[in-house]
């Protein structure tokens, strides 16, 4: 199981407890200090398109309005910041944030 996301993200850890806490092998990748290359952030915005960027953060409104209006792989990897987090890849798919519905698609018949 891979966590992507960033290491100083509460979410991010919280995730990557408890998973780690029901025995699961977990990796994390940090995505500012190991950024997404063009082909792994292009089947993550197939995946989940806009949904990607996290349009609330501080982060994104301090991008100037070239990238604000730009495609969410040019923001992404401009500041990785702003992209929605975790994002995590276990059981053959990806799963974006750290709810209830997740956590229980990823323990399933632990």
Known sequence: MMIYGLATCA???KARKALEAEGLDVAFRDVRAEPLSAAEL???IEEFGDRLVDRKSHDFRALNDWLKNSEADAQIAAQPKVMARPVIRGRGKFFLGWDE???QALLADQ
Do not use: A, D
């Open 11 to 13: 979410i991010c850890q």
């Open 42 to 44: 292009s089947g993550l």
């Open 101 to 103: 519905t997740v956590r």
